[in-house]
């Protein structure tokens, strides 16, 4: 299996391989044989691997102050501090999927795709954050109709229940993930959605959420020492993303731990976390550069999936930070580690073109074309044509040949 993914990875340049890490020991690789990219379909791929895309609330949804939706740090973010985005833009409407999720569901159906990975709005859900400050019921209702949506046109639901979007609420009180009590949220989802949601994703690449938030400053809530950033809002980058990541790690050790413990048994789903990380190639054969681009993994992808494997940090953080890297206990190694599940297939990022964090609009990652500028209507770009018929199990070489005999609108 991991060859015929290496070949996709060098032929599909348009899609975003994600990755939802939830700790296996698969080690079959070797005896897979190898397969030609010319060749390759979507049978090529064992059953049940699925093909879909991506998108995150804020991104995506808009409908910002609608329906009892309290504020997140990007809303607060993005208001105060519109200098920070490129285009000093906001997710305030986005592509206004809160509202035309039927359309979206109905472009994904088109398309043949397997899977929809969206995340839950935190702050709709919850707008104050916490259980004690109430449920708000048209959330919930919102997210019951948009899978419900899904499941009708035969897609499945993939859901991150965080995707960098921090309650303003949490962050006001306990300064977000800085605290060790932004642990709840996770069970209300599972209780709601769980009957019909099989594969969850507890967090989405919380390396972004450390390091651009707590150690550059340069996505909510900006937070990093004068040295690093002159704009920084306040903050230390020599301590508050290492505590930032404990925290993300050990929320996401208690989400897993109270679906395995109450829910998994009879929602039967799986659960796991998506990492990103670089790779990082040695300027040169010398010693000294094979070290460093093993501690530069080491400090983004180690970071995160060496706890996850082995209950610690990697030793070159231990010895490198010291005692500003926090200390797992005995009880919250054992409960990072577990015995895990997994969730595997391609998820192309994104469904839309959609507000991408501190660039706003400035660039375009989706697949399908929003003309922001004639009522957020979607247009099918190359990428989508292909993937389309790629996922019609015609070969590489056949979906090529049937996007270059196509006419589009947009070739973005």
Same mark, same amino acid.
């Given at each position: 299996?991991?060859?015929?993914?290496?070949?996709?990875?060098?032929?599909?340049?348009?899609?975003?391989?994600?990755?939802?890490?939830?700790?296996?020991?698969?080690? /079959?690789?070797?005896?897979?044989?190898?397969?030609?990219?010319?060749?390759?379909?979507?049978?090529?791929?064992?059953?049940?691997?699925?093909?879909?895309? =991506? %998108?995150?609330?804020?991104?995506?949804?808009?409908?910002?102050?609608?329906?009892?939706?309290?504020?997140?740090?990007?809303?607060?973010?993005?208001?105060?501090?519109?200098?920070?985005?490129? @285009?000093?833009?906001?997710?305030?409407?986005?592509?206004?999927?809160?509202?035309?999720?039927?359309? /979206?569901?109905?472009?994904?159906?088109?398309?043949?795709?397997?899977?929809?990975? !969206?995340?839950? %709005?935190?702050?709709?859900?919850?707008?104050?954050?916490?259980?004690?400050?109430?449920?708000?019921?048209?959330?919930?209702?919102?997210?019951?109709?948009?899978?419900? #949506?899904?499941?009708?046109?035969?897609?499945?639901?993939?859901?991150?229940?965080?995707?960098?979007?921090?309650?303003?609420?949490?962050?006001?009180?306990?300064?977000?993930?800085?605290?060790? *009590?932004?642990? /709840?949220?996770?069970?209300?989802?599972?209780?709601?959605?769980?009957?019909?949601?099989?594969?969850?994703?507890?967090?989405? #690449?919380?390396?972004?959420?450390?390091?651009?938030? !707590?150690?550059?400053?340069?996505?909510?809530?900006?937070?990093? %020492?004068?040295?690093?950033?002159?704009?920084?809002?306040?903050?230390? %980058?020599?301590?508050?993303?290492?505590?930032?990541?404990?925290?993300?790690?050990? =929320?996401?050790?208690?989400?897993?731990?109270?679906?395995?413990?109450?829910?998994?048994?009879?929602?039967?789903?799986?659960?796991?976390?998506?990492?990103?990380?670089?790779?990082?190639?040695?300027?040169?054969?010398?010693?000294?550069?094979?070290? =460093?681009?093993?501690?530069?993994? /080491?400090?983004?992808?180690?970071?995160?999936?060496?706890?996850?494997?082995?209950?610690?940090?990697?030793?070159?953080? *231990?010895?490198?930070?010291?005692?500003?890297?926090?200390?797992?206990?005995?009880? #919250?190694?054992?409960?990072?580690?577990?015995?895990?599940?997994?969730?595997?297939?391609?998820?192309?990022?994104?469904?839309? @073109?959609?507000?991408?964090?501190?660039?706003?609009?400035?660039?375009?990652?989706?697949?399908?074309?929003? @003309?922001?500028?004639?009522?957020?209507?979607?247009?099918?770009?190359?990428?989508?044509?292909? !993937?389309?018929?790629?996922?019609?199990?015609?070969?590489?070489?056949?979906?090529?040949?049937?996007?270059?005999?196509?006419? !589009?609108?947009?070739?973005?």
């Amino acid at each position: 299996m991991a060859l015929q993914l290496r070949c996709w990875i060098v032929c599909l340049l348009l899609l975003v391989l994600l990755v939802s890490v939830a700790l296996t020991n698969d080690t /079959d690789a070797s005896t897979d044989p190898p397969i030609h990219c010319g060749s390759l379909s979507r049978s090529s791929f064992e059953p049940g691997f699925i093909f879909g895309t =991506a %998108s995150a609330s804020y991104q995506f949804e808009g409908a910002a102050k609608e329906d009892g939706r309290g504020p997140s740090i990007w809303d607060t973010y993005t208001h105060d501090h519109p200098e920070r985005i490129v @285009d000093g833009s906001n997710g305030d409407v986005a592509v206004d999927q809160y509202h035309r999720y039927k359309e /979206d569901v109905g472009i994904m159906k088109d398309m043949g795709l397997d899977a929809y990975r !969206f995340s839950i %709005s935190w702050s709709r859900l919850l707008p104050s954050g916490k259980l004690s400050g109430g449920v708000n019921q048209r959330g919930i209702i919102h997210y019951n109709n948009l899978i419900d #949506e899904l499941l009708r046109n035969g897609i499945n639901p993939v859901v991150t229940l965080f995707h960098w979007d921090v309650p303003e609420a949490l962050e006001h009180e306990y300064g977000g993930f800085l605290s060790p *009590r932004i642990i /709840d949220y996770a069970e209300l989802c599972y209780k709601e959605f769980g009957d019909r949601v099989k594969q969850w994703t507890t967090l989405n #690449e919380p390396h972004s959420v450390s390091n651009n938030g !707590f150690a550059v400053g340069s996505q909510a809530p900006g937070r990093c %020492s004068y040295w690093q950033n002159r704009n920084c809002l306040g903050g230390d %980058s020599a301590i508050e993303p290492y505590l930032a990541t404990h925290h993300l790690l050990l =929320a996401h050790a208690a989400a897993v731990k109270v679906y395995k413990d109450k829910y998994q048994a009879f929602q039967k789903g799986l659960i796991g976390i998506t990492l990103n990380t670089y790779w990082f190639v040695p300027a040169s054969e010398t010693k000294e550069d094979k070290h =460093a681009a093993l501690r530069s993994l /080491d400090f983004m992808f180690g970071w995160f999936m060496e706890p996850l494997t082995s209950g610690d940090y990697p030793q070159s953080m *231990r010895s490198l930070v010291g005692n500003r890297l926090p200390v797992f206990t005995n009880e #919250e190694s054992m409960l990072l580690t577990g015995n895990g599940s997994k969730v595997k297939g391609y998820i192309a990022w994104s469904l839309l @073109d959609n507000f991408e964090w501190e660039i706003g609009y400035a660039v375009r990652f989706g697949i399908n074309y929003v @003309d922001y500028n004639n009522g957020l209507k979607r247009y099918p770009k190359l990428s989508a044509h292909w !993937f389309k018929s790629f996922l019609k199990k015609d070969s590489r070489s056949v979906a090529i040949r049937n996007v270059r005999n196509t006419k !589009f609108v947009y070739q973005i």
